[in-house]
């Protein structure tokens, strides 16, 4: 609806992720076994996150079990059930990074800064999500069973 | 019987037509932005009397008249009346200007016919005055299809135009294409994904409460990825709109259009 007149407001109130260096982690065949931050994510902040059109973005492309349907986007698979298909692991390199499991997904990496070309400048340097926030939304999601 | 083999017939046509190579650039089923819209805005769009892009035309109307500048003159001082020498001109635009050797827009003409024959002072991009008589000249080619012109010099610039719209940018790192040629139809949020065709510019936007540019509507689809937009007027916004026009070639100008 007006998510990119919000997302312009967004750009000059409140950058999204404190500049900090991205913190290493280990990929094991298609997932990320251990948790960024080395503890689980709240669960409830990671739904509230999903949600969150302007932050996170992810009920722009994806269908969720979350409040109103139809501002929910059809460019990507439901989230509805992604905990009984994946493992938290897995769930988590999805976030991370996409694009090493499908290097031409649409679905932006939510942990990475480089390989980006013309980033605006209130967002350069920074993962769209911070590792606590990407704990979170792993940790929403692992209780989407079906 | 009978009945079946016209339709039969036509279903071997629609096949073949889909086998056959599209020039380049061009896209089967090519659809308006309108085309997606509901109801109620396509109604606004299309009678005059409430289509709030018609007061931007109005006020074209009134500046085409008006003497400007050092010379005193009006737009209709040169061109006469709009209806007929600058109809189909918007069909047509951009088009290679001889003086700057690069493609111009149709509100950059006009800037141009503002400074060398009127010597007046600037307007300014997104100005009122930019923005309505830019609307009141396409107005002339509403109805028509848009025809790029086949003009090699501005072959070069197109190409451009199509590596700018196929190269993702942006925290989100996504391109023009990966919206608009794969997932149109789509939902993006509670928005319908659109083709990207610039049928209808300037038009009103309901989002915006106000009438804008083409150009607008770029820089608002490079903000949504989180990408350094291009500044008004850069040249890489007249090579995208180039290459657009190009992909949108056969549909209908809508000028003033109404969007979401």
């Known amino acids: 609806m007006r998510w990119w007149n919000s997302l312009c407001v967004l750009a000059m109130l409140a950058p999204p992720a404190a500049a900090e260096p991205l913190r290493p982690y280990v990929v094991e065949g298609d997932a990320i076994t251990r948790s960024l931050t080395g503890r689980p994510g709240d669960a409830e902040n990671g739904r509230r996150l999903v949600m969150d059109r302007h932050r996170s973005l992810c009920i722009l492309c994806h269908a969720a079990p979350l409040p109103d349907p139809h501002l929910q986007g059809t460019l990507a698979p439901t989230l509805a059930g992604a905990g009984s298909r994946l493992s938290e692991g897995q769930i988590r390199l999805r976030v991370v990074d996409m694009k090493r499991l499908v290097p031409d997904s649409i679905m932006p990496a939510y942990y990475r800064t480089g390989g980006l070309a013309q980033v605006a400048a209130s967002f350069r340097d920074r993962p769209i999500l911070t590792a606590e926030e990407i704990e979170d939304v792993v940790a929403f999601l692992v209780t989407l069973k079906e | 019987m009978t009945g079946r083999a016209p339709r039969l017939l036509a279903g071997l046509l629609a096949a073949c037509l889909a086998g056959s190579s599209a020039p380049a650039g061009d896209m089967l089923d090519k659809r308006s932005g309108a085309d997606f819209m509901s109801p109620e805005n396509r109604a606004m769009q299309a009678d005059d009397m409430s289509n709030p892009g018609m007061f931007a035309v109005l006020d074209g109307e009134e500046l085409w008249n008006r ?110 294409a990966s919206c608009h040629d794969a997932r149109w139809g789509e939902r993006l949020g509670g928005s319908v994904m659109p083709q990207g065709h610039p049928t209808a510019y300037p038009l009103y936007r309901l989002e915006w409460q106000a009438v804008g540019s083409l150009q607008r509507r770029l820089r608002n689809c490079m903000i949504g990825v989180r990408a350094e937009a291009f500044a008004f007027g850069a040249p890489e916004l007249i090579e995208l709109e180039l290459y657009l026009m190009e992909r949108a070639a056969g549909l209908t100008v809508e000028t003033p259009g109404v969007r979401p």
Not at chain 2, 118 to 124: K, N, V
């Open chain 2, 67 to 176: 003497p400007e500048g050092a010379n005193g003159r009006s737009c209709a001082g040169c061109h006469g009346e709009a209806a007929t020498s600058m109809r189909g001109v918007a069909t047509r635009y951009p088009a290679f200007d001889e003086r700057s050797g690069r493609p111009i827009d149709l509100a950059g003409r006009i800037g141009e016919c503002r400074r060398t024959r009127q010597e007046a002072s600037p307007l300014p991009h997104e100005s009122p005055e930019l923005i309505a008589l830019t609307a009141y000249v396409a107005h002339q080619s509403r109805g028509m299809p848009i025809s790029p012109p086949q003009d090699e010099r501005l072959a070069q610039f197109r190409e451009n135009g199509r590596r700018l719209y196929e190269r993702r940018i942006g925290q989100l790192d996504l391109s023009c």
